[in-house]
């Protein structure tokens, strides 16, 4: 799904924070929050790469999760659900019409391609979590929560763009797709288990593109290199990521005073034989991959 060209202008003082939206709250959430499933109490947890607004993908994998008996989803991003110049709040009560369904709760990180002014408009409640309606919330960089009993996940989100220059800023991109200081010190140095977000700590994911000009690939390098740092402060066991659209499951090794080894996985963006879902079993950390339609991945 394209994602250029829209002519929507952000005043320049951003946006007021938004209240939550009543009319989807009345009409996607037919019992209440109580049936909101938290990552603390997930027995499993289903994890999707990019998916770039795609909902017919996304309604297909969260059918397969659910059938997993998964009720609790995280999305890395590229969201693209909520969008500038776009019926978005449809699509979203559509997005939430199908998690109720399932009886499934849903969590994203924010990417590049996400529109920030208004996702961070959201409050963010007293657990950490900014919904955006009654069953989709938002991990802001920083989070952390207790998985499984006795793991810590954490989130930071955030990826910077190989297309910026192709990009109109305030229109189609946002200078809070980059990771900053201020994630980094919210990330905080304890130790996690689980650090999902948009990018990856694997070194030379993606290869130079002759396309992109030689400032706008040092731009794009910069964010995996502050996602790396964010690594080596909080020592996770496993990363997941999206952002590069394509499938890697690999062992990354630091050259810090303590040796570090980090299982990086990076997930496909959306489409039918993509390597763009994941199974985490929060208590003993497997991880299970499959494509939408269900089928393992070996």
Do not use: C
């Amino acid at each position: 799904m394209s994602k250029r060209g829209f002519t929507l202008e952000v005043p320049p003082g951003g946006f007021h924070p938004m209240p939550f939206p009543k009319n989807l709250r009345s009409s996607s959430s037919p019992t209440g929050v109580e049936d909101r499933v938290s990552l603390e109490d997930a027995d499993l947890i289903g994890v999707m790469g990019d998916i770039h607004g795609d909902l017919i993908h996304a309604l297909q994998v969260l059918r397969i999760f659910a059938d997993h008996g998964i009720r609790t989803v995280i999305q890395l991003e590229d969201f693209g659900v909520i969008w500038p110049g776009e019926n978005w709040q449809v699509s979203l009560r559509d997005l939430s019409r199908a998690l109720t369904r399932n009886g499934q709760t849903f969590y994203f990180v924010d990417g590049n391609h996400d529109y920030h002014p208004r996702i961070l408009g959201y409050p963010i409640d007293e657990n950490g979590y900014r919904w955006v309606n009654w069953n989709v919330a938002h991990l802001p960089r920083g989070f952390r929560t207790q998985v499984g009993k006795s793991h810590v996940l954490a989130a930071l989100g955030g990826g910077n763009s190989t297309d910026r220059d192709l990009r109109s800023q305030n229109v189609d991109w946002w200078s809070a797709e980059q990771i900053s200081e201020d994630d980094l010190t919210a990330l905080g140095t304890k130790p996690v288990d689980v650090l999902v977000g948009h990018e990856s700590p694997l070194m030379y994911v993606r290869d130079t593109d002759p396309r992109v000009p030689t400032e706008i690939m040092e731009y794009a390098r910069q964010s995996n290199e502050m996602f790396r740092r964010a690594v080596v402060q909080t020592r996770p066991q496993i990363t997941f990521g999206g952002h590069y659209h394509l499938h890697r499951d690999q062992i990354e090794e630091f050259s810090t005073p303590t040796p570090l080894r980090v299982r990086s996985v990076v997930l496909d963006m959306n489409g039918n034989d993509r390597v763009s879902q994941a199974i985490l079993d929060p208590k003993t950390l497997e991880i299970k991959f499959i494509l939408r339609n269900g089928t393992p991945v070996p």
